[in-house]
C-alpha cells in the first residue's frame, strides 16, 4: 500500500459512521414505522387504556377523540407506530419530542401495549429510536421522564450502564392510594454506544425466523 | 448455519435451570419450576432483554426469539417450553429477513 493510500484509508476511517448507527427503522423482532391515520384508534384506545393511560400523557383523562389528534403532533421531532416485523398491528408508540438543537437534545417518550410490559420489546423499540435519532442528530442526550412505577418495568437498566437518573421529584405523582416519584433520565450517547456492544446491540441486529406460530393478533 | 443449530442438544429441564440462574445475572441462586420471572424474581424488561438473548445463543444460529414465544413466558419452565420450541421450530428461510 502506498503512503497517499494509507493516508486516504485513515480518512475514510476517521469519516465513517459509527456501526452502531443506521437509519433503519427495523430492530430484532420490531419495525418502527410512521403514524397513518389507520393506526389513530388502536392508539387512542391504548392511551384509555387504564394500565397506560395514568402514565401516558392524559394522566386517566378521557379527552375526546378530537383532542387526542390535536395533541398527538405538537412538538414532536418523530415518532413512529411499533408494529411487529411481519404485520402492521399496533404495539405502541415511540416519540422524541421538545428537541433543542442549541443544546443538543431531545426527549423522548415510549408507550407499549400493557401485555408487552417487562418482555423487553420497550427496550427494543426505544433502542430502535436511539439508533435512529443518533444517526440523524448531533445529539448529545435523550431525556425521558417518567413515573416511579413505571420506572420500575426497567429499573436495573441504570445498574447496566442504559441510562441514568439525573433528577428525581419525590412524591410527584399520585396513583394507587401513594405518591410516586418523578424521574428526570438521561440516556447519552456515549451509553448507546456502550450498551450496543452487549445484548442490547443483539436487539437492534437481525437475524433468522423461525416459522410463524401465529395466525392472529398477538395482543 | 442449520447444521451448527441442530448439532447443539437440547437442555432438559434442570439443566436449564442450572443455565438460568448461571448466565442471567438478576436471577436468584435458586429457582423453582413455577416460579414467576416478575413476581418472584424480579425480571424487569431488562432483565427480558438478557433472557431472550440467552435463549437465542443457547438454541444457537443466530435464530430470533418470536415475540409470541416471549410473551408465552410467565415461569421457569414457560421459558424451558419456549426455549425447546424455539430449538425445534422449522427456520422460515423464504422470509423477509
Known sequence: ?219 | MEADRNRRDVMSLDDFKRWFVTELDWSPGEVADDSDLVLDLGMDSVGAVDLMVGIEDAVGGDVIMPIELMLQITTVRDAYLQYCALAHLPLDDEGPR
Open chain 1, 1 to 219: 500500500m502506498t503512503a497517499d493510500g494509507a493516508a486516504g484509508d485513515q480518512r475514510a476511517v476517521a469519516a465513517a459512521p459509527n456501526p452502531g448507527l443506521s437509519p433503519s427503522l427495523e430492530t430484532r423482532r420490531l419495525h418502527l414505522r410512521v403514524l397513518q391515520n389507520d393506526d389513530h384508534g388502536a392508539l387512542y384506545r391504548l392511551s384509555a387504556d387504564p394500565d397506560v393511560t395514568f402514565q401516558w400523557r392524559f394522566r386517566g383523562t378521557t379527552p375526546s377523540f378530537d383532542d387526542f389528534l390535536k395533541q398527538l403532533y405538537p412538538g414532536v421531532l418523530c415518532q413512529f407506530v411499533v408494529s411487529p416485523l411481519d404485520s402492521r398491528e399496533v404495539f405502541g408508540l415511540v416519540v422524541a419530542y421538545n428537541a433543542d438543537f442549541r443544546h443538543r437534545f431531545c426527549h423522548a417518550a415510549v408507550v407499549m401495549h400493557p401485555r408487552l410490559h417487562r418482555r423487553g420489546f420497550g427496550i427494543e423499540a426505544f433502542m430502535g429510536l436511539a439508533r435512529y435519532i443518533y444517526y440523524g442528530w448531533d445529539f448529545r442526550m435523550i431525556i425521558m421522564e417518567t413515573v416511579g412505577i413505571a420506572y420500575e418495568n426497567f429499573a436495573s437498566g441504570e445498574r447496566a450502564g442504559y441510562f441514568t437518573v439525573e433528577g428525581r421529584i419525590r412524591d410527584q405523582f399520585y396513583y394507587g392510594g401513594r405518591y410516586w416519584d418523578g424521574l428526570a433520565v438521561t440516556h447519552r450517547r456515549e451509553q448507546f454506544e456502550t450498551v450496543v456492544q452487549g445484548p442490547v446491540g443483539r436487539l437492534l441486529t437481525p437475524g433468522r425466523r423461525v416459522l410463524r406460530t401465529h395466525e392472529d393478533r398477538l395482543i
